[in-house]
């Protein structure tokens, strides 16, 4: 059981705007920045927004991230097909003293 | 910057999976960085085993600590871990990654990560 919640699955229609929630509590979300991951199928997991809220460099604008208090989101807007794939949100845990990352959510594009 | 992981493939139970992360493109010595290893059970979420700085200084998942052991080899660029006692349960992919750890501002996140390596535990 993960320490950061997300939603197992998601779903939006080319073009629509789908949000990805993940929760989490005062020790890890509450008390540092959260990153966010995107997989696809057989490959590696590729950071996709890094300190709530920072493109890495090449990741497009339509996604986006915000958190408030314990829990925090990640927005893609004029969703694309390629975009269907599983992402994971991340953040160091205070009482842990490590990294924690959510279930994973498989977003699907209909 | 390039990172590569390598290791057995397939291991028996109860035994210790060695695995090596070949970092090319930038210095394993590069101070702002720390090196981490992730693993992903088939079918299954994200899990942090465990980081390193080329001083040696590691952090651990507590829930693997006390069968985890990762170091670093300033000398070839790489970083390696040891998983003891392993069962099927640790079959998984595993991949290595830089590690950027921001404590001024409470941040970290891995980029880039290795393509990643599986290994199965036989029983």
């Known amino acids: 059981q993960s320490v950061l919640t997300q939603p197992p699955s998601a779903s939006g229609t080319p073009g629509q705007r789908v949000t990805i929630s993940c929760s989490g509590s005062?020790?890890?979300?509450?008390?540092?920045?959260v990153n966010w991951y995107q997989q696809f199928p057989g490959t590696a997991p590729k950071l996709l927004i890094y300190s709530n809220n920072q493109w890495p460099s090449g990741v497009p604008d339509r996604f986006s991230g915000s958190k408030s208090g314990t829990s925090a989101s990640l927005a893609i807007s004029g969703l694309q097909s390629e975009d269907e794939a599983d992402y994971y949100c991340a953040a160091w845990d205070d009482s842990l003293n490590g990294v924690i990352f959510g279930g994973g959510t498989k977003l699907t594009v209909l | 910057l390039q990172l590569q992981e390598s290791g057995p493939g397939l291991e028996k139970a109860s035994e210790t999976v060695s695995l090596t992360c070949t970092v090319s493109?930038?210095?394993?010595?590069?101070?702002?960085?720390?090196w981490g290893w992730i693993r992903q059970p088939p079918g299954k979420g994200l899990e942090w085993i465990g980081s390193?700085?080329?001083?040696?200084?590691?952090y651990y998942n507590p829930s693997l600590k006390s069968r985890a052991a990762i170091s670093v080899d300033t000398s070839k660029n790489q970083f390696s871990l040891k998983l003891s006692s392993v069962t099927a349960a640790d079959t998984a992919v595993f991949y290595c990654?830089?590690?950027?750890?921001?404590?001024?501002?409470?941040?970290?996140?891995?980029?880039?990560w290795g393509q990643g390596t599986l290994v199965s535990v036989s029983s």
């Open positions: 990654a830089r590690h950027i750890l921001r404590p001024a501002t409470k941040s970290n996140w891995f980029d880039p």
């Open positions: 005062s020790s890890n979300i509450g008390s540092n920045t």
């Open positions: 493109g930038g210095s394993i010595s590069d101070k702002n960085y720390h």
């Open positions: 390193i700085y080329y001083s040696g200084s590691t």
